[in-house]
T-cell receptor, first 115, second 111 residues
């Protein structure tokens, strides 16, 4: 398997623009997670899905952020409108199950810069 | 609330042992994890320990868990330059999908 795939790897946009980050989880994994990593706040869980259904979105910072998972092999994280403070590395991760010492497999991340 | 803390930086010489420490607050943690992040890459699971264990060894890695003090450590024996990375401690509570990560410890290995 190719692992978790994220696109784009780098995104530079101007404040106010819409940004869409994409993720393809590992085939067969039922859980998908979106994280944000910054120097100030470290690694934060934004939202996670189980079987395409959002389970916990308490980490989504505000209404400008939205995430969808229209099918088992694709998810998007959208920021509209974007702001400079959204600059971060956004990771997607997927997992086979929650029971036991399940491993979250991380994608390479999307580095977002909002100017 | 849930919180995981780590020291931010550790520097060792090649061949020495490295010990990275972590403290957590949630006494109901079920699993504790160590992840490694190399530059420009995502996190990769190194090892984990179940909360009813106090030690786990996997080749050069030794994980020690002191549940009473809520202290977790990762020892890397014979540290190599390829071990230079950021190491994250994480805890998981119950059967939720949520992992709480520490800030990460940057390990620098000098030749």
């Amino acid at each position: 398997d190719a692992g978790v795939i994220q696109s784009p790897r780098h995104e530079v946009t101007e404040m106010g623009q819409e940004v869409t980050l994409r993720c393809k989880p590992i085939s067969g994994h039922d859980y998908l997670f979106w994280y944000r990593q910054t120097m100030m706040r470290g690694l934060e869980l934004l939202i996670y899905f189980n079987n395409n259904v959002p389970i916990d979105d308490s980490g989504m910072p505000e209404d400008r952020f939205s995430a969808k998972m229209p099918n088992a092999s694709f998810s998007t994280l959208k920021i509209q409108p974007s702001e400079p403070r959204d600059s971060a590395v956004y990771f997607c991760a997927s997992s086979l199950r929650l029971a036991g010492p399940y491993e979250q497999y991380f994608g390479p991340g999307t580095r977002l810069t909002v100017t | 609330g849930e919180d995981v803390e780590q020291s931010l930086f550790l520097s060792v010489r090649e061949g020495d042992s490295s010990v990275i420490n972590c403290t957590y607050t949630d006494s109901s943690s079920t699993y504790l994890y160590w992840y490694k992040q190399e530059p420009g890459a995502g996190l990769q699971l190194l090892t984990y320990i179940f909360s009813n264990m106090d030690m786990k060894q996997d080749q050069r890695l030794t994980v020690l868990l002191n549940k009473k003090d809520k202290h977790l450590s990762l020892r890397i024996a014979d540290t190599q330059t390829g071990d230079s990375a950021i190491y994250f401690c994480a805890e998981r509570t119950g059967n939720t999908g949520k992992l709480i990560f520490g800030q990460g410890t940057t390990l620098q290995v000098k030749p």
